[in-house]
């Protein structure tokens, strides 16, 4: 365990440290406001809901993202550190076995106590006290400073499982529940053909390299930077959209099972996919349940919630295929992030949600996260940091595979184009779609 590093006077700091503790204390302030603007409209009853062990209850979420503060910060470095208690540790660590014991995944839906008024008091403790921790003068700050960046971006990746374990669980009740009220955006637009843009290929760069032309953070998975080469290759201008997968759906691709692959089929048939999750038809006419409530499906807007399997189906029906994941971020370039994310409105100091589903005419961000054909593995170089927070990305590279471009459940901080979010192929929970490549010539 690290020990505490000594105080010293705060007067002491340059100010390129001031501006950096400055920046990151924002930070922390706007990331911890946002988790409870989102749990603002939940009862008690919502934020114990567990609808299957890749979900968790909000509360669960909460308390977990305030336990990491706590455990890697302000327990190894604040020698008069006090968890309110100390059983905390085993109800809400997640997978980091360095870290002690931890209670089962599948049960914490069933955490009852300490109750939403305990944790809420549980963050306030924890907020206050590593606000003490940045405030003051210590010789290990910059260390502190990186740990709390760490921090927070771990909690914006729970912000998006928090409302996307919510839909999954809201979606099991007949009364189909609105979390946040319909913003009054027309429900329907009008699908138009996809493009192709070329690209030439050859000798690229990828992932993300820490250097003042790709200043501010990214996660240990994301590095080094590296070389890889790409055939000449064409990406489409748009995610695919509801309307495109209708026409999948309507040609029999969920029963044509040349289009997929071994493990995709007998997943689709053991689990009786016949649509994207969350659909059904009504009147004749498809209808998703949404953050937003039951909304008809917009034709127009890129298709939501479907597994990787899926999505590799229907690339070969329109006689593509899935991007690698060394060709999107190429492809996106210099693309500015701009996007339907989750946080719109609070670079204008407002704590209002964007959309929350998916809207048409977006590009390379937001709305929709895309799937690659990429396994999640470690790139040339890679090494995971010593200890604990070695897990975090590391022990998953096998299985699973990558995705790219955040949604509308992903908060805007945490996008940049060398983000490499991952998922098992089968998974669809998550606002998981996709966009079209094919070869050149």
Known sequence: MTHAAPLSDTGSRSPAETDRITAITALF?????RSRALVAPLSPEDMMLQPMQDASPAKWHLAHT???FEEFILKPRDPDYRSPDDRFAFLFNSYYVQAG??????????????????????????????????RAGRDDAAEI????????????QHQELLVTDLLNGLSYNPLLPVYQAPDGTPAKGENHPVTYTAHAGGLVEMGFDGTAAQAGFAYDCEMPRHKTYLAPYQIADRPVSNGDWIAFMEAGGYADQ??????GWACAQREGWDAPLYWWQQDGEWWSYTLRGPMPVDPAAPVVHVSCYEADAFARWAGARLPTEAEWESAAGDTPIRGNFLDAGEDDGAETLGALVPRAGGG??????EWTQSPFTPY????????????????????????????CATPRAQMRPSYRTF?????????LGLRLARDAG
């Open 145 to 156: 400073a990186d740990l709390v960046e760490l921090g927070c971006h771990h909690e914006m």
């Open 29 to 33: 302030e706007a990331t911890r406001a």
């Open 101 to 134: 014991p931890r209670h089962a995944r599948d049960k914490r839906g069933l955490i009852s106590r300490p109750d939403v008024a305990d944790v809420m008091a549980y963050r306030t403790h924890v907020e206050q006290a590593l606000a003490a921790v940045l």
């Open 258 to 263: 040349t289009l997929w692959l071994m493990d």
């Open 66 to 68: 305030t336990w990491f």
């Open 364 to 369: 390379m961000y937001g709305d929709v996260w």
């Open 380 to 407: 040339p170089g890679f090494r995971p940091p010593e200890g604990a927070i070695g897990e975090y990305n590391g022990k998953f590279m096998v299985n699973q595979f990558v995705l790219r471009g955040g949604s």
């Open 423 to 431: 998922f098992y192929p089968h998974q669809r929970w998550q606002m």
